[in-house]
């Protein structure tokens, strides 16, 4: 977990790095006419493990129809799998658990002046399947339903473009991964 949060550190202080010596003359927001889509790295999940994830994002609202902003609508798909502590301290037996959160979001952009920063805030609903395995006497794969359902999401978050069509970003929410890296490609 340590390595981890180090790592994540280490993309921050890039992302911020590059961004201060970046061209501002870059004109690129999240807007009409793009399907964004790109990988996920995320943290603070169940199980201190990292999450590998997906998100597309398409605007719906322009710019000025709601506020000042645009509104976009995102899918989040999420997956981690981590091993519970062995019972009764014997390595033999233990579980193995799988998360696979989908999430639908509505974001709302804010417009800045610095056409290279997307900031944005979100809420969503989606469904997330979680399965365990128990390993040891009578190995098998167990399904709990219960463990499954709905959930509700938020997030809140930035994308930094780098040219018009591609962005990093970094988002903050609950009912996915709770800290969010990653990059986006504008289709």
């Known amino acids: 977990m340590?390595?981890?949060?180090?790592?994540?550190?280490r993309v921050v202080l890039l992302v911020l790095s590059l961004s201060v010596f970046s061209n501002s003359n870059?004109?690129?927001q999240f807007g009409p006419g793009g399907v964004y889509v790109g990988p996920e790295?995320?943290?603070g999940v169940t199980g201190g493990v990292p999450a590998f994830g997906i998100h597309a994002e398409i605007p719906i609202v322009g710019q000025g129809k709601i506020g000042t902003g645009t509104v976009g609508l995102a899918l989040r798909v999420n997956y981690w799998k981590w091993e519970a502590e062995p019972v009764n301290a014997n390595p033999?037996?233990?579980f193995t658990y799988t998360y696979i959160p989908a999430v639908a979001f509505i974001n709302y952009h804010f417009i800045l002046g610095n056409h290279t920063l997307d900031p944005y805030v979100g809420i969503g609903a989606g469904y997330q399947v979680i399965t365990w395995?128990?390993?040891g006497l009578l190995d098998g794969k167990i399904w709990v339903p219960n463990t499954s359902g709905l959930i509700i999401a938020g997030q809140v978050g930035a994308r930094y473009f780098f040219s018009p069509t591609f962005a990093l970003l970094m988002n903050f929410g609950f009912g996915l991964a709770n800290v969010g890296i990653g990059a986006d490609f504008r289709l």
Do not use: C, E, N, P
């Open 92 to 94: 033999d037996y233990h």
């Open 2 to 9: 340590i390595l981890m949060k180090q790592h994540f550190l």
């Open 26 to 28: 870059i004109r690129a």
């Open 41 to 43: 790295l995320g943290a």
């Open 133 to 135: 395995v128990w390993h």
